[in-house]
Every structure is written in C-alpha cells, then in structure tokens.
C-alpha cells in the first residue's frame, strides 16, 4: 500500500509569495493530520481533520495559514503570504480510528524555504 | 510545565548496550502512548504503540508504561548503530475534541558509537 504522499517535496520562495503544501493520505484513514518541524519548536500540530472536517486548528500560527480537505483523499496547507519565520519542514499525517490506539503514519514531508 | 517532556539528550552509547529513553506527560487522563523514530532529515516513523500499564516488547524494543506515575519509557537492548536517531515520545490526549490528537515531546537524540 502507498504510504502518505506529500508535494512538493522542497519548495523555495520568497517572502510574500502565497505557498501550497499537498496532501494525499493512506487511502482509509479517517483523520489527517498537518504538523510543522523545526529545531527551536520541535513538532507542532497545526490542524487536523476527521472524516474531511476541522476538528481542531488551534495550532494555526495566524490568518495566513489555512487549510482544506474537499475529499477523503486530498488535502492543502495554503500559506499566504509567507513569510522567513514559516521555513521549516511540513509534515501530513493519517491515521484510521481504531479505538483507542491512534497510530499515525507519516508522509515524508515538504521542506519550505522562505527567503 | 511541558505537555510531554523527554530525558534531556544527546544520549551515547556503545554498540550492543540497552538504551534508555524516558517520557513524562502531564495529562493524568491520557490513553495512547508512541515511540517513533526520526532519522536526520527523515519523517517521523512509528516504532512502538503502548496503552496499558507493563511492558510490550517488539524484537530489540521494549515500552514501559506506568501511568500512576506518568512515564513512559522505551528500551533499546543490543544498540546498534543502525539506532542512531531521534526518539519522539508521543501522548494522545483525549475527551472532547482532542480525540486523536497527539502531543510530541522534543526528542532524544540516541547516538550508538561502535
């Protein structure tokens, strides 16, 4: 089975310039996750969904992040516009509700460059 | 006080010793409890899953869980140096909308040295 697919795979931009983080999730799962990984701040949870709805978004950093699942298979992380102190990697993650244990997969991440 | 904290590193040890990676958390009604694995510029990988109280052990791996006292524990018997990485201790927080949710603490670097 794929595991979660992430695009780009390195994006390089610059400061003002509106971002988009892709998403595919393993076919299945019922909830997405998008986190953010940088070395001052560790992994960070910015948003998830279940079953393509925002459950919780209090780790959104301000307005200019927002995020989206219009299908069970595909989601976005939009950034706009970016700014120097949003460089860091970006991971998505899934996982399928099976009780009590909430194993999540990971994708292999979007490392974003804002000069 | 930190959601989920883990033993300061960078942690070394020598090749074929048992390493020992510690977690506290600080939500008395926590469930689910993970060990993943983070190679340098890697994404994270689950390693353990854990949810009662005990060990479970899974090859070289072994998850300790004693929720009375908030800790969460994994050992590495016979490091390798293959186990060189970050080790993420993870605590899904439930009730209400945090169901599914997980807290990450910063990470242990574990160095094996041959």
């Known amino acids: 089975d794929a595991g979660v697919i992430q695009s780009p795979r390195h994006e390089v931009t610059e400061m003002g310039q509106e971002v988009t983080l892709r998403c595919k999730p393993i076919s299945g799962h019922d909830y997405l996750f998008w986190y953010r990984q940088t070395m001052m701040r560790g992994l960070e949870l910015l948003i998830y969904f279940n079953n393509n709805v925002p459950i919780d978004d209090s780790g959104m950093p301000e307005d200019r992040f927002s995020a989206k699942m219009p299908n069970a298979s595909f989601s976005t992380l939009k950034i706009q516009p970016s700014e120097p102190r949003d460089s860091a990697v970006y991971f998505c993650?899934?996982?399928?509700?099976?009780?009590?244990?909430?194993?999540?997969?990971f994708g292999p991440g979007t490392r974003l460059t804002v000069l | 006080q930190k959601e989920v904290e883990q033993n300061s590193g960078p942690l070394s040890v020598p090749e074929g010793a048992i390493a020992s990676l510690n977690c506290t958390y600080s939500d008395r009604v926590s469930q689910s409890f993970f060990w993943y694995r983070q190679y340098s510029g890697k994404s994270p990988e689950l390693i353990m899953s854990?949810?009662?109280?005990g060990d479970k052990e899974d090859g070289r791996f072994t998850a300790q869980l004693n929720k009375a006292s908030q800790y969460v524990s994994l050992l590495i018997r016979d490091s390798q140096p293959s186990d060189s990485a970050t080790y993420l201790c993870a605590v899904n927080m439930i009730g209400g909308t945090s169901y599914g949710k997980l807290t990450f603490g910063q990470g242990t670097i574990l160095t094996v040295h041959p």
């Open positions: 854990i949810y009662s109280n």
């Open positions: 993650a899934s996982s399928p509700r099976t009780g009590m244990v909430n194993e999540q997969f």
